[in-house]
């Protein structure tokens, strides 16, 4: 049976690279991201399936995991950055915190338990993409690292509830993305890696599957 994917965020940056470096090696691939225009043109150029929507929606979410009735690989990559420019905690606007939350702690949470019947089926795994703003103190990063923290102890908690799935989360570092060009301005992001380099990476983690814990990508 071929092995099947699962990626959220899949219209660019590590999402899209990494589509591309499962689909060379064979995987059959499910993509979901909310710009409908490139992730339809993704998926055409990979001969994947392209469900476009937001993943806080919660009938988007039994869309992604019905197409899924045995998953191999489960991807949390869709993330959101919060409010630019990148606000001091101070001043940080708590509406947008919320729907911060949710787009990058909830929405994860819910897209593994309704795929996890899948998964288990498959003895799959999960890679939820996180931060080293989760662990490091800085200025401006208060928000989106916060929620990038929860997201890795739900990881956490969930490779010792989970055994016998294979859990990562994984810290990217930084990437030549739209998201840090946003954060830092075009020509800083410019100099950062290119996201094809960190979804090789990615990959020989999926391949090798060592035991379930935090990686640096870079």
């Not at 991807?75 to 959101?80: I, Q």
């Not at 509406?95 to 702690?105: A, G, K």
């Not at 929405?107 to 996890?116: V, Y």
Request: hydrophobic share 50%.
């Amino acid at each position: 049976m071929t092995n099947t994917a699962l990626i959220t965020g899949a219209s660019r940056g590590l999402g899209l690279a990494l589509a591309r470096s499962l689909a060379e090696a064979g995987w059959d691939l499910v993509l979901t991201a909310r710009g409908a225009d490139e992730l339809t043109q993704a998926a055409s150029e990979l001969g994947a399936t392209a469900i476009p929507g937001d993943v806080t929606e919660p009938a988007h979410v039994r869309r992604l995991a019905d197409a899924v009735p045995w998953l191999d690989l489960l991807v949390n990559n869709a993330s959101g950055l919060g409010a630019t420019p990148l606000p001091r905690l101070a001043a940080y606007p708590l509406d947008t915190f919320r729907h911060l939350l949710e787009t990058n702690v909830t929405a994860p949470l819910a897209l593994i338990q309704a795929t996890l019947p899948a998964l288990r089926a498959r003895r799959g795994a999960v890679v939820n993409v996180t931060s080293d703003a989760a662990t490091g103190a800085y200025e401006g990063w208060g928000g989106y690292g916060a929620t990038k923290a929860a997201l890795e102890q739900i990881s956490n908690v969930l490779a010792a509830e989970e055994p016998d799935l294979a859990v990562w989360w994984a810290d990217p570092g930084e990437m030549d993305t739209r998201m840090l060009a946003d954060a830092v301005g075009a020509d800083e992001a410019a100099a950062a890696t290119d996201p094809a380099k960190v979804a090789a990476a990615l990959h020989d983690l999926v391949r090798s599957r060592p035991a379930s814990g935090r990686v640096s990508l870079q």
